[in-house]
């Protein structure tokens, strides 16, 4: 059975980080796109973070730029989400997503699988 299990999310203070991991069973990551989104009340879900299959180059969102940071380590069949000086506005629902792209992409869509979520809540 394919499955993504996202793990990390909590509570945190403003100002504070965080590293979510996506953990994969039934499949290899290492071929494939994977995504982070996040989906906030009342809000549609977007595009957070991504890195691709075939090249490993990544993309962030201008809202996390310089905040966060994606990564893979395909020994441990996991990628990560590093989020650092985390604000109020961060605080989501926070999903993996893996498809078969040699590119990622923001499009959730094009995604074939997708993790149950982690909430991330920031707030002193």
Request: charged share 20%; proline share 2%; with cysteine.
């Amino acid at each position: 059975q394919l499955q993504l299990v996202e793990s990390g999310g909590g509570l945190v203070q403003p100002g504070g980080s965080l590293r979510l991991s996506c953990a994969a069973s039934g499949f290899t990551l290492e071929y494939y796109a994977i995504g982070w989104f996040r989906q906030a009340p009342g809000k549609e879900r977007e595009g957070v973070s991504c890195i691709s299959s075939s090249d490993g180059s990544t993309y962030h969102a201008d809202s996390v730029k310089g905040r966060f940071t994606i990564s893979r380590d395909n020994a441990k069949n996991t990628v990560y989400l590093q989020m650092n000086s985390l604000k109020p506005e961060d605080t989501a629902v926070y999903y993996c997503a893996a498809g078969r792209l040699e590119l990622c992409t923001r499009i959730d869509y094009q995604y074939d699988y997708w993790g149950q979520g982690t909430q991330v809540t920031v707030s002193s």
